[in-house]
């Protein structure tokens, strides 16, 4: 069973939807949460950070971590053509050993929002 | 835009060669991490370098080597390439300064032939 599952998709919809992106994990160690965007053929872009249970928001992207559920979410309201890409959940364990700063990624979930 | 700029964008190798990309952290970032994305998978972890240290390895074998710079910038070697080695390698530099949020260069598209 890999750390992190997330569901690969694709996932399609209408422009101005509201999009619902999620990740699982097994290593309750995990405390940074992290979901990056990535283009085709570009390098991964860093959309959210969290590090506690609870929601962040960042104009239409909302972070959602349920630690006691193991589950995090990423939420795109009012969605557009532009976020047609692909979204990485990322996570690591806290700072220290040969573990800090290692990021463990999710397969990652292909969105495309049509005009 | 990161500031964590790869060489190069593309490579073709041979079966059996050896290549060496290259890394230029972001100011102010002293620790740098790779990974390898195979095709429709999530980045792997491949090693962190820490102030010219290894600081954490994945799961990959010794023919995978690195090295950090004084000025943080770094290399990822690989030796006896093999077909499966294909793949997008990743940078990510980070502070280090008890946060580990990463930030990405564009990566470096490697095809072994």
């Known amino acids: 069973q890999k750390e992190v599952e997330q569901d690969p998709g694709p996932l399609s919809v209408p422009e101005g939807a509201i999009v619902s992106l999620n990740c699982t994990y097994s290593n309750s160690a995990f405390q940074y949460f992290m979901w990056y965007r990535q283009y085709s053929r570009k390098g991964p872009e860093l959309l959210m950070y969290t590090y506690s249970s609870g929601n962040k928001e960042d104009g239409r992207f909302t972070a959602q971590v349920d630690k006691s559920s193991k589950y995090i979410s990423l939420f795109i309201r009012d969605s557009q053509p532009s976020d047609s890409a692909t979204y990485l959940c990322a996570m690591s364990t806290n700072a220290g050993g040969t573990s800090y700063g290692k990021l463990t990624f999710g397969q990652g979930t292909i969105l495309t929002v049509h005009p | 835009e990161t500031g964590v700029t790869q060489s190069p964008t593309h490579l073709i190798k041979t079966r059996g060669q050896q290549v060496t990309l290259r890394c230029s952290s972001q100011?102010?970032?002293?620790?740098v991490s790779w990974y390898q994305q195979a095709l429709g998978q999530g980045p792997q972890f491949i090693f962190q370098y820490y102030r010219e240290e290894e600081n954490g390895r994945g799961n990959f074998p010794p023919r995978f080597s690195g090295l950090q710079f004084p000025n943080y910038s770094s290399e990822l070697n690989v030796n006896a390439l093999e077909l499966d080695d294909s793949a997008l390698y990743l940078c990510?530099?980070?502070?280090?300064?008890?946060?580990?949020?990463?930030?990405f260069g564009q990566g470096t598209r490697l095809t072994v032939v």
């Open positions: 100011s102010g970032h002293n620790t």
């Open positions: 990510a530099s980070s502070s280090g300064q008890g946060r580990t949020e990463a930030f």
